[in-house]
């Protein structure tokens, strides 16, 4: 695309920032289609595996983004706040937003419409028994979903969706009967560290991962993944997961790659429920992508 039209269609931040960068963690702890089927009780090196996200890695995750002062986004589910509520708490209690991430990792295009209203309310009682908030955001824990989600979210007051694929700017999506639409912040896949970082013997996934990327390479590639965003005056955010990159030894590709952010100058770090905010006071009229690229 020439540079012209670049220009033309990258949004403007606020405060004049070149680009907007919704730091991102999906807080799964040891949830998941192990959780989900029972077997998790049967594999305790699985169990221990997810554990380490909240029990020990998220505290130092909240360290260095204090340090650096940048806001994040944590997606948890919901039973990972039920069992580590203190360690939930401080996220909120440290200025961050948490958003919904079903009750136990469930696959929500698996689910019919009653069956994911069920996973929302349950999720929104713990939400508000343990932490006192009602979120307004959502990642879908599967990566995909059916035709009823937007509805369902909607009807369960959530507000924007950090789930699909269909744009590197955020973008509206419309549904059948709501007089307003829901803000999407979609995610990259280059932008999840399970792609580089992730191993797990068993249950094998992501499948066929049996091996760790170089830490070199892993920075090189979200560096420039980043640069061509802020370049284009876009939005960036991430799927990175405290379990697997909040590690002492890979940390530190987190901390560099902020600090390569902030000197590069004219970034907007937000949560994603501001940028959601933000996007629909500014951007009522953005194209959406077509209804088929919105559901990827």
């Keep these: 695309m020439p540079a012209t ?52 890695a998220l505290g130092r995750l909240l360290d260095m983004l204090g340090d ?4 994040a986004t944590f997606f948890v589910p919901a039973w990972v706040v039920e069992n580590w509520p203190e360690q939930c708490a401080a996220i909120v209690a440290r200025g961050h937003e948490i958003g919904y991430h079903g009750y136990k990792h469930e ?67 419309h549904t059948a009967g709501m007089a307003e639409p829901m803000v999407e912040i979609p995610g990259r896949w280059e932008m999840d560290d399970y792609a580089s970082l992730a191993y797990h013997r068993n249950p094998n996934f992501p499948a066929s991962l049996d091996r760790i ?12 993944e980043f640069d061509g965003s802020h370049r284009d005056g876009l939005c960036l955010t991430t799927l990175f997961h405290p379990k697997v990159s909040g590690k002492p030894g890979r940390i530190a590709l ?14 907007w770090f937000a949560t994603c429920r501001d940028v959601a905010q933000w996007w629909r006071m500014n951007n009522a009229d953005h194209a959406s992508p077509t209804s088929q690229e919105a559901s990827r």
């Design 254 to 267: 987190l901390e560099s790659l902020i600090d390569h952010m902030h000197e590069q100058g004219g970034v």
């Design 107 to 173: 696959a929500f295009w698996t689910l019919d419409a009653d069956g994911q209203r069920a996973v929302m309310e349950r999720s929104a009682r713990v939400f508000d028994e343990y932490l006192g908030i009602r979120p307004v955001g959502f990642r879908t824990p599967s990566g995909d979903w059916g035709p009823d989600t937007i509805r369902v979210l909607m009807e369960a007051g959530v507000r924007y969706s950090s789930s699909m694929r269909g744009d590197d700017r955020p973008y509206l999506l």
């Design 68 to 71: 650096r002062k940048v806001p």
């Design 213 to 224: 990327a170089s830490y070199d390479t892993t920075l090189d590639n979200w560096r420039r």
């Design 5 to 56: 039209d670049i220009q033309q269609t990258a949004p403007r931040w606020p405060q004049g920032n070149r680009s907007c960068v919704a730091l991102a963690f999906d807080l799964d702890g040891p949830t998941g289609d192990a959780m989900l089927d029972g077997s998790i009780w049967r594999n305790p090196s699985y169990f221990t595996l997810g554990s380490y996200g909240p029990w020990r």
